[in-house]
């Protein structure tokens, strides 16, 4: 992999922050000054390539490759479970393997959601997550994406994200625009 294409947007970080090493799940820090590509700006957050190596940067540091943060999330207001679920699979659909320009749910990664109403009248989410190779090394990134968006959501206290490896993922799972996307349609 060349890392990078005539579609990529060079940048030079404005600040120091923070990234993880695709696909070891490592967090480092960039220093202000480097340089760089990215490659992919997708759910909120930006995949780079810098010397060799792809890093994941999330939306909250958008500042630093000079880009706008992304926008709060919203819910009608009286929002009942079937908007505040389709909400959750909005959230759900910024969710990408840094590796893979395709979101969590296309990919058939989503195995199960529901929503549980607390005391306090706020929510709580229950999501099954599988990967597309157990050993993945973006596993635990992946889960904590899917856990930090979906609470971002007004009216969700707590997503419980659980990673699951039974049934294991094949691509007949992906649905028919991720197949053509990747070309196995």
């Not at 990529?8 to 202000?32: K, M, W």
């Not at 659980?162 to 993922?169: A, H």
Request: glycine share 8%; aromatic share 8%; with cysteine.
């Amino acid at each position: 992999m060349s890392g990078f294409s005539t579609s990529s947007e060079p940048f030079t970080l404005q600040r120091d922050c923070h990234a993880i090493h695709v696909p070891y799940g490592d967090v480092v820090n960039l220093p202000a000054g480097q340089t760089g590509y990215i490659t992919q700006s997708l759910g909120g957050s930006f995949t780079v390539y810098i010397e060799g190596s792809l890093f994941r940067i999330d939306g909250k540091d958008a500042d630093a490759l000079g880009k706008a943060p992304p926008e709060p999330i919203s819910v009608p207001e009286n929002a009942d479970d079937e908007d505040v679920e389709r909400v959750v699979w909005e959230q759900l659909r910024t969710c990408f393997d840094p590796e893979i320009p395709i979101n969590v749910v296309d990919l058939g990664l989503v195995y199960d959601l529901s929503l549980e109403h607390l005391e306090n009248g706020r929510r709580k989410v229950y999501v099954k997550l599988t990967l597309t190779a157990p050993g993945c090394g973006m596993g635990d990134i992946l889960v904590e994406d899917a856990r930090t968006k979906l609470e971002m959501i007004p009216t969700i206290e707590e997503a419980q994200i659980d990673l699951v490896f039974d049934p294991p993922w094949n691509q007949s799972m992906m649905s028919d625009e991720a197949k053509l996307q990747t070309g196995m349609m």
